[in-house]
């Protein structure tokens, strides 16, 4: 069982519409997510954190954390052409291990215009 | 500011070169990282540094030797390294106390010939 999964993609919205990226996790004893985006050809781009179960919100952007059920989603709200990228889902898989990353394959999401 | 500065953008080396990568933070991180990332898979955590002090090597060949002089600099020495090392290297920091929140630089695009 892989460490952190990402629904298969590539996820395709129409402008103005919601994308939704699903996130599950093996450990449970994990402590820390985030969601980076990265353009083709760039560096990942942190653009949520999230801790605690429930719902953070930032700008366009909404992160979702169910501890309980090992899971954490990204929604981003009225997606912009700009949005489209590779979303990839990062779990601190342990809070005894604090530097190690879990990350997912990663999510391609296209926007059409 | 969360800016992680590496030099050089691209870098084209022979399999019998020595050269380094470099990676410098003024953002008064204490962790720092190595990652290798491959076309459309996820970043592979290569290196970390905490508190110059190297606590995390995932096995990476000796073909690569990673260098913390002090806090704020982290290098990636590289030495008969093969084809299949090729990649975009990318380097990261992160406060020690918040959960691997891990900020990226631009990241080297690795060609070896």
């Known amino acids: 069982q892989k460490e952190v999964e990402q629904n298969s993609g590539p996820l395709s919205v129409p402008e103005g519409a919601i994308a939704s990226l699903n996130c599950t996790y093996s450990?449970?004893?994990?402590?820390?997510f985030f969601w980076y985006r990265q353009y083709s050809g760039k560096s990942p781009e942190l653009i949520m954190s999230i801790y605690s179960n429930g719902d953070k919100e930032d700008g366009r952007f909404t992160a979702q954390l169910n501890k309980a059920s090992q899971y954490v989603s990204l929604l981003i709200r009225d997606s912009q052409p700009s949005d489209s990228a590779t979303y990839l889902c990062a779990v601190n898989p342990s809070a005894s291990n604090d530097y190690k990353l879990s990350f997912g394959a990663g999510t391609t999401v296209t926007v059409r215009a | 500011d969360t800016e992680v500065i590496q030099t050089p953008k691209h870098l084209v080396m022979g399999m019998t070169n020595k050269k380094s990568l470099k990676c410098e933070q003024h953002m008064g991180h204490r962790a720092m990282y190595w990652y290798k990332q491959k076309a459309k898979k996820p970043p592979e955590l290569m290196f970390v540094?905490?508190?110059?002090?190297?606590?995390i090597n995932e096995s990476v060949p000796s073909r690569f030797s990673p260098e913390c002089p002090n806090s704020s600099l982290l290098n990636l020495h590289l030495h008969a390294l093969q084809p299949e090392d090729s990649a975009l290297y990318l380097c990261a920091s992160s406060h020690r106390d918040r959960g691997t929140e891990a900020f990226f630089g631009q990241g080297t695009r690795l060609t070896v010939v």
């Open positions: 450990d449970r004893g994990s402590q820390s």
């Open positions: 540094y905490s508190y110059e002090k190297l606590s």
